[in-house]
């Protein structure tokens, strides 16, 4: 058996890179992977810009050396508000009400905040001193014209929509996203309206799946269950890999009379490259290749799906979908084990664990009671996996590794 380092080495090294590139509109491109850079075709900002409500005039025209609390007055020329600039210069020894926002007028190169100044008729009193540049946001000193935003790669979020609109990206070089054919297999599954009967269970892995993948970027197929008998398996994964691009089974993969998918993987000419990963829960985690089309088939305890969704699939499908290499690699974290001495045994061991804030900043790790890989109920509480490494035991206070679950 193969340690997850290596296993997942393994699987990356036979994923192709993205695939072909769409033009995606700004509002649908949220959470998919940049495919060019994207370049601004303005300034931001692209005026003089109060940061502030209050008045702007030339600093110059208050008294630099005013003792504390002077007063300079200063004629009201007009206002200037977001969208609706000053019309006209600025007479010397005049300043112009402004918002936040809004344009300074021409020739003005400082802001005085409304609590810095009051008003007299038609004059305005301005306590100094006054710096030239205070509360204003300088054109282009955020981003230039012609300047690159986004590399490509970049899995883009709510935040690089609102840069990609600011300059006028209305539709957005996406790679195309990966098809994800997700099925289950086993006799006893029922689908979710159904009421189980004797020594059955309802189906859940497929809706986990389908989610996780979604949430990765991927268009999501669902294939639903099949049942234990061969030639249903073979037809069902015929199907799943002409509609999809990649394809995602659980069950079925380990060694028992019933445990059906390798073999019918490899009798419609899927290359096995992979069978068994020393890591607890999911060890007979199997993987191949339909020519380019990757193959992953999970263990059906839901626990153990989790587990090769995160550590193994996910990273092969943010490869595919183009993203950044850092979503490629195994996503761990330090913190302190708040558990008892727990040891792991001949493979990795992933034990479910809530996070807490540490008063040293480092996360403390509460261990989640829990009965091993089929107990979802007791993982879905945990947001963490700690990782104890083949061979290893963690004792209470020790910093450990541990996989975020969100």
Known sequence: ML?????????LAHIPGPGAIEEVPL?????????????SDVDLPPFEKSMMDGYALRAGDVPAGAGAGAETPLHLAGESRAGVPFAGPVPPGSCVEIYTGAALPPGCDAVVMQEDARREGGDVLVRGPVEPGQHVSHRAEILARGRAVHAPRRRLSAADIAVLAAIGCERVPCFVRPRVSVLTTGDELVPVRATPGPGQIREGNTYFLAAACAALGCEVIRAGIVPDEPRALEEAFRAALAAGDVLVTTGGVSVGKYDLVGAALEKI??????????????????????????????????????????VFV??????????????????????????????????????????????????????????GSADIVAVAEADALAVIEAGAEIRPGEIVCYRPLR
């Open 3 to 11: 340690p997850p380092k290596d296993a997942l080495a393994r699987i």
């Open 269 to 310: 000419g899927v290359a096995c490259l992979l069978h068994k990963v020393a890591v607890k829960p999911g060890k007979p985690i199997w993987f191949g290749m339909a020519g380019a089309r990757p193959v992953f088939g999970l263990p059906g305890n839901p626990v153990s799906t989790l587990l090769g969704l995160e």
């Open 27 to 39: 509002a649908a491109a949220a959470g998919r992977s940049l495919a060019r850079p994207t370049v």
């Open 314 to 371: 996910r990273p092969a499908l943010a490869r595919l979908a183009g993203a950044g290499v850092e979503e490629e690699r195994e996503r761990l974290g330090r913190g302190r084990w708040c558990g008892p001495p727990t040891r792991s045994g001949d493979r990795q061991h992933n034990v479910p664990a809530r996070r807490q804030e540490g008063e040293d900043g480092v996360a403390l790790l509460l261990p989640v009671p829990w009965r």
